[in-house]
């Protein structure tokens, strides 16, 4: 084959992988975009649940007895997390019946103003438009089937950023001719082109970051769970020898780190507290009080697929990072524009081109 003959064939998986997945691209990436400020999105969305007075905190029983009195009969507690600085206090519970349902247990949270325990806000872990946005960015709303779909969307799009660098560089005279913005008459065109270019390296590793998250038992074969770690686990049981105040004191005289979150036991043979704080986790036995682990845990899990769902999100990594990636979110919806337009005109251009034949 020649090096012409291999440019019109990635010509053509370019092209198609884009018009195949045009429609399902344009949500995918926005909703990315839209997730990497996922909280002040929150709060410009809902910005009754951060109303709050001030940062002085109560003693952990009176939030606890406020989120009981706000939340439906026969819901557990599940996890409390404390704000640094200005913010709300945050209870979680399990909601009755959430041990039949498949997938990521269904929670209540609620919203509590720290220096008063006022509830600010009660909402369902499965309600808001931020919670649509996150399906739709993970499973294209499509239950069941939907996550294997977004991961063969970053398969898709992997080969799509190798075959348009390939048609990116300019055949006939050096690279830095491919820099130039000028290289067609048409607006589009260049659009397509330079952004293309810009972009391709970012894009190809979210979309090895997603497909990475969509089959964890492909790239992780020592992982048995298909979802994000924060959703292992069953409901919390129903009594524990520690109070959470307890539990948080023997945390708090563990590290020096503040104390981010704690989750209720949720192994009645085995009960331990989970304490996130800044860079660790604690895991206190509920029995003895002893600090049964010590873990580093950042955001999204220990090891490489932490990594790599950090990499994806943006979480932890650094401004700059979450400013390349909310960019490597808005353009492939305008690649997508861009290319399905470059293909109509060339459909008429060779329409125009058979009439004086015929």
Same mark, same amino acid.
């Given at each position: 084959?020649?090096?012409?003959? $291999?440019?019109?064939?990635?010509?053509?998986?370019?092209?198609?992988?884009?018009?195949?997945?045009?429609?399902?691209?344009?949500?995918?990436?926005?909703?990315?975009?839209?997730?990497?400020?996922?909280?002040?999105?929150?709060?410009?969305?809902?910005?009754?649940?951060?109303?709050?007075?001030?940062?002085?905190?109560?003693?952990?029983?009176?939030? $606890?007895?406020?989120?009981?009195?706000?939340?439906?009969?026969?819901?557990?507690?599940?996890?409390? +997390? $404390?704000?640094?600085?200005?913010?709300?206090?945050?209870?979680?519970?399990?909601?009755?019946?959430?041990?039949?349902?498949?997938?990521?247990?269904?929670?209540?949270?609620?919203?509590?103003?720290?220096?008063?325990?006022?509830? $600010?806000? #009660?909402?369902?872990?499965?309600?808001?438009?931020?919670?649509?946005?996150?399906?739709?960015?993970?499973?294209?709303?499509?239950?069941?089937?939907?996550?294997?779909?977004?991961?063969?969307?970053?398969?898709?799009?992997?080969?799509?950023?190798?075959?348009?660098?390939?048609?990116?560089?300019?055949?006939?005279?050096?690279?830095?001719?491919?820099?130039?913005?000028?290289?067609?008459?048409?607006?589009?065109?260049?659009?397509?082109?330079?952004?293309?270019?810009?972009?391709?390296?970012?894009?190809?590793?979210?979309?090895?970051?997603?497909?990475?998250?969509?089959?964890?038992?492909?790239?992780?074969?020592?992982?048995?769970?298909?979802?994000?770690?924060?959703?292992?686990?069953?409901?919390?049981?129903?009594?524990?020898?520690?109070?959470?105040?307890?539990?948080?004191?023997?945390?708090?005289?563990?590290?020096?780190?503040?104390?981010?979150?704690?989750?209720?036991?949720?192994?009645?043979?085995?009960?331990?507290?989970?304490?996130?704080?800044?860079?660790?986790?604690?895991?206190?036995?509920?029995?003895?009080?002893?600090? +049964?682990?010590?873990?580093?845990?950042?955001?999204?899990?220990?090891?490489?697929?932490?990594?790599?769902?950090?990499?994806?999100?943006?979480?932890?990594?650094?401004?700059?990072?979450?400013?390349?990636?909310?960019?490597?979110?808005?353009?492939?919806?305008?690649?997508? #524009?861009?290319?399905?337009?470059?293909?109509?005109?060339?459909?008429?251009?060779?329409?125009?081109?058979?009439?004086?034949?015929?």
């Amino acid at each position: 084959m020649t090096k012409l003959q $291999l440019r019109r064939a990635w010509f053509q998986v370019h092209k198609w992988i884009g018009l195949a997945l045009a429609i399902l691209i344009i949500p995918l990436s926005l909703s990315g975009a839209l997730l990497v400020w996922d909280k002040p999105v929150d709060r410009l969305l809902n910005p009754a649940r951060y109303a709050t007075t001030g940062t002085a905190q109560l003693p952990v029983a009176r939030y $606890l007895a406020a989120a009981r009195a706000a939340l439906p009969p026969g819901a557990a507690i599940a996890s409390l +997390a $404390l704000p640094h600085g200005a913010g709300p206090v945050i209870v979680q519970a399990s909601t009755p019946g959430a041990g039949s349902r498949p997938g990521p247990p269904p929670r209540t949270a609620v919203w509590l103003d720290p220096p008063s325990a006022r509830v $600010l806000a #009660v909402a369902d872990s499965r309600s808001g438009a931020l919670r649509v946005i996150h399906r739709l960015h993970g499973s294209l709303l499509v239950p069941g089937v939907g996550r294997t779909i977004v991961g063969w969307i970053g398969v898709a799009m992997m080969l799509s950023c190798f075959t348009g660098i390939w048609l990116w560089w300019p055949t006939t005279a050096r690279w830095t001719r491919g820099l130039r913005w000028r290289r067609h008459r048409n607006l589009d065109t260049n659009l397509h082109h330079l952004t293309g270019f810009w972009i391709a390296l970012p894009l190809f590793v979210l979309s090895l970051t997603g497909a990475w998250i969509s089959f964890p038992g492909v790239f992780s074969p020592g992982r048995a769970d298909r979802g994000p770690p924060r959703f292992r686990g069953g409901a919390p049981i129903a009594e524990t020898r520690m109070t959470p105040q307890a539990a948080l004191d023997a945390a708090r005289r563990a590290t020096p780190s503040p104390v981010e979150s704690l989750a209720w036991p949720t192994d009645a043979k085995h009960p331990r507290w989970t304490i996130a704080t800044a860079g660790s986790t604690l895991m206190l036995d509920d029995a003895s009080g002893a600090i +049964a682990a010590a873990p580093a845990r950042p955001h999204g899990g220990p090891g490489l697929s932490g990594l790599m769902r950090r990499i994806h999100d943006g979480e932890g990594m650094g401004p700059l990072w979450q400013a390349i990636i909310f960019v490597a979110g808005i353009i492939p919806a305008l690649l997508a #524009v861009t290319g399905i337009i470059m293909w109509w005109r060339a459909r008429v251009w060779r329409r125009r081109l058979r009439r004086p034949r015929a």
